[in-house]
C-alpha cells in the first residue's frame, strides 16, 4: 500500500522561499513523482515531476528557473524547492506518484496522491 504525506507548506512573502517534501511509504522507488497544485477556484496543474533515478525531471513552464524537484531514494523522500515565490503560485501542493511520466503530465489517472499542503504568497 502506497501513501504519500506532504510537509513544508506555509504563509511566506513575495520573493521568499519554501521547501515542500513528500514522505512516501510502499514501494515507489521506481515510480515517476511529482508535485501538482491547486488554487481556489482552478482546476489542479502539474508542476514539476522526476524519474526514479533523478536524471530527469520536468517543469510547468511557470517554474521554470524558480522551482527545483529533487529525491532522496534512500529516504524514500520528493523534495519541491520553490524560489522567488509570487502571490499567484499561493494553492495547495499535492504529492503525486505513477509509473507513466504521460499519465501524470496529463494528470490523467494518477495513481498515488497525497492529502495537500497549503502554500501562501503575501505580496
Known amino acids: 500500500q502506497v501513501q504519500l504525506v506532504e510537509s513544508g507548506g506555509g504563509l511566506v512573502q513575495a520573493g521568499g522561499s519554501l521547501r515542500l517534501s513528500c514522505a512516501a511509504s510502499g514501494r515507489t522507488v521506481s515510480l515517476y513523482k511529482g508535485w501538482f497544485r491547486q488554487a481556489q477556484g482552478k482546476e489542479r496543474e502539474f508542476v514539476a515531476a522526476?524519474?526514479?533515478?533523478?536524471?530527469?525531471?520536468f517543469y510547468e513552464d511557470s517554474v521554470k528557473g524558480r522551482f527545483t524537484i529533487s529525491r532522496d531514494n534512500a529516504k524514500n523522500t520528493v523534495y519541491l524547492q520553490m524560489s522567488s515565490l509570487k502571490p499567484e503560485d499561493t494553492a495547495v501542493y499535492y504529492c503525486?506518484?505513477?509509473?507513466?511520466?504521460?499519465?501524470?503530465?496529463?494528470?490523467?489517472?494518477?495513481?498515488?496522491w497525497g492529502q495537500g499542503t497549503q502554500v501562501t504568497v503575501s505580496s
Open positions: 503525486a506518484a505513477d509509473p507513466n511520466i504521460l499519465r501524470m503530465r496529463a494528470r490523467n489517472g494518477v495513481a498515488y
Open positions: 522526476i524519474d526514479w533515478s533523478g536524471a530527469y525531471t
